[in-house]
């Protein structure tokens, strides 16, 4: 079950810098620059379903996220069934679900809500660092993975994080997955076969450390139009669908460094 305390929001804490690594760079930013190129139609405030089996963690992370003028929490939920019925019942942009819950588990919740509706964005807020859940929300369709320790200084960052497309992830989860990845080499369940080219692969990591089409293409020196169809290349190449799924291939490919 998920743990009942919870910090209390504290201006210091959110202030402070979210982890930087790797596979993620999220920051507390303006409501302005809060979602990327792609998300220029979105809305200005983002929409937040928080499901939690615990009313008072619930109300402690709502007060985290209301108090900030780009957020806000527009439904709640005792367990993952209600977090889908809440889903139906309201427009949300972003989902944040606790992993043990009654009923359903959020890890279950999301996979119902990633195929429920695919635009909506899936945050994991647990007390468990623990690799077995990660790998479990990661593939399950989460974008971020926070801890409740932390929350008051990474969950802002990190719902804005999801709404530009980025993954959010702490830095033990990072080592994890490097940790997993080289397991695989050493018991052979990786290849060696390089099909991307030296320039895709120079995309693929500026993508996957967080840069926008117009920074890569300032840091490469090509038109942001390159960038793109090197980016729509790399999607078909590897039969991935999004940034995050590139990110994660990045991370596994080692072109990623913890």
Do not use: W
Not at 107 to 128: F, S, V
Not at 142 to 170: I, N, T
Not at 246 to 254: D, E, P, Q, S, V
């Amino acid at each position: 079950m998920s743990d009942p305390s919870l910090p209390e929001p504290s201006v210091s804490g959110r202030s402070a810098a979210a982890p930087t690594t790797g596979a993620s760079t999220a920051s507390a930013t303006s409501a302005a620059s809060a979602y990327g190129p792609s998300q220029g139609s979105a809305p200005a405030t983002i929409r937040i379903l928080l499901a939690d089996d615990h009313a008072l963690v619930r109300r402690g992370v709502r007060l985290i996220l209301d108090r900030e003028p780009d957020l806000e929490v527009v439904a709640e939920a005792g367990d993952g069934a209600e977090a889908i019925d809440m889903a139906r019942a309201h427009e949300a942009d972003l989902a944040v679900l606790d992993i043990a819950m009654p009923r359903l588990t959020g890890l279950q919740a999301a996979r119902e809500l990633a195929a429920l509706k695919p635009g909506l964005r899936i945050l994991m807020l647990t007390m468990h660092d623990n690799e077995q859940y990660l790998f479990q929300a990661l593939k399950s369709g989460a974008c971020g993975y926070v801890l409740k320790s932390v929350a008051d200084r990474d969950l802002v960052a990190a719902c804005r994080a999801a709404m530009r497309d980025e993954p959010f992830l702490y830095p033990g989860a990072v080592t994890a997955l490097i940790r997993n990845y080289l397991d695989r080499v050493r018991h052979g369940e990786e290849t060696s076969d390089h099909i991307l080219t030296p320039r895709e692969e120079e995309v693929l990591k500026l993508v996957a450390e967080g840069h926008s089409s117009k920074e890569i293409a300032e840091i490469l020196f090509i038109s942001i139009k390159t960038v793109q169809r090197h980016r729509a290349n790399l999607l078909q190449k590897l039969g991935l669908r999004d940034r995050l799924e590139l990110t994660r291939y990045a991370i596994r490919a080692g072109l990623i460094e913890p």
